[in-house]
């Protein structure tokens, strides 16, 4: 089996470590030279620069990072001679010892999948987690565990084939990564892929307030169950009086915010279809706290909160963000993904602080008064002389972070750092 590797990053140096293991004859190609150098001290064959379509000569299988969308020069080239193409998360989770459920969503799929695994790990049934969070799937292969959590993003599901999970989240949908897919339905595709293995026995839960989850999961053969933020579903899933029912069990949660009551229960509903015990669940939800740079917050001040929620990088996640406080003094901006940023303001926004290249866009689409600011630092000085006593100062940015920063956790770092100064300087 001759195998070119697309990416030489993690994903993909994990990539042709199994490959090499399983006897594959391993060539990897990525376009930065610099990304190169390991494995090419590791005495892999590798290449960078311009894409040469002689790369795929006598190539058997394209294993394609998520750094290469599906307009890429590679992916097409293969696609036209009809070379096999996977992504790393198909081609990990074929060699996976155990098995595996997988969560995907525009928003929220890390919250869940992290919650699941530690429900499990509460109920005495080993989990890690992996995909897109953060470990390559490729790279857990020989690891003993009960059972793998995958965070499965669109790029991952667009190139599967066998990819066959036990149990199945869908947060939502909404438009995202459209400079990567070329079209919302191609998004919405990409994510349905995550559920067309599965059987009429296997269960996929869904975000029963968000339509386009309804809307993904009608095509759905395996049992389904909706989970309501806002109240219990059809299915019996959601807030009753502070707790979380599932059918006939009530659980506390810490939180009333839609958006993390149906993370929560999604990930609740998943983990007991798994094996997960009802003392593990209690105990996870019980202790429940955001993930880093999810509304986080990171000052409070003369009567202003801010509050760091730099993991929002598309429109729908900033607007979720801005409808959980009353008054909100807004920080929206970066790289647009191609996406319609008019809707990110809700009506709980009082002012937009525009940054970025994305900052024309944004002052031209919103409804609320805007102030343009050129970076981060400008926008956080902006917001301090903006913000009253009884407003949320709040970081969601409703883009992606590269036009300034290398990744949403630097922005939100930054921001901290940022904030920081401004209350010493009060």
Known sequence: MRTLILGAAVSGASAARLAARLGHEVSIYDRSSKSTIPLREQGYAVHSGAWPNRLLVGIDLVVASPGFPEHADPIQHALSLGIEIISELEFGARHLRAPYVAVTGTNGKTTVTNAITDMLNESGVSAVSAGNIGTPVSGLVDTAVDIVVLEASSFHLRFIDRFHPVAAGIVNVAADHLDWHGSVSEYAGAKARIFENMTPDEVVVYGADDLGAVELVASAESRTIGVSGIGVSADGVGPVNGALQIGGRRFAIPTTDPS???????????????????????????????????????????????????????????????????????????????????????????????????????????????????????????????????????????????????????????????????????
């Open 260 to 426: 993390w009551v149906t993370d929560l229960g999604i990930a609740a509903v998943i983990a007991l279809a798994v094996g997960a015990a009802d003392a593990g669940i209690a105990t996870v939800l019980g202790g429940f706290t955001p993930g880093p740079h999810r509304r986080r917050t990171v000052g409070t001040a003369n009567g202003i909160t801010w509050i760091d929620d730099s993991k929002a990088t598309n429109p729908h996640a900033a607007r979720a963000a801005a409808e959980a406080y009353a008054s909100v003094v807004l920080l929206a901006g970066g790289r647009n993904k191609d996406l319609d940023l008019s809707t990110i303001a809700p009506g709980s926004v009082r002012h937009v602080i525009a940054f970025g290249e994305a900052a024309p866009s944004i002052a031209a689409g919103v409804g609320a008064p805007v102030t343009i600011a050129a970076d981060l630092a400008a926008a956080v000085e902006a917001a301090g002389r903006i913000a009253n006593a009884g407003d949320t100062v709040l970081l969601a940015p409703g883009c992606a972070s590269f036009d300034e920063f290398d990744s949403y956790a630097s922005r939100g770092d930054r921001f901290a750092e940022l904030v920081a100064g401004v209350e010493a300087a009060k």
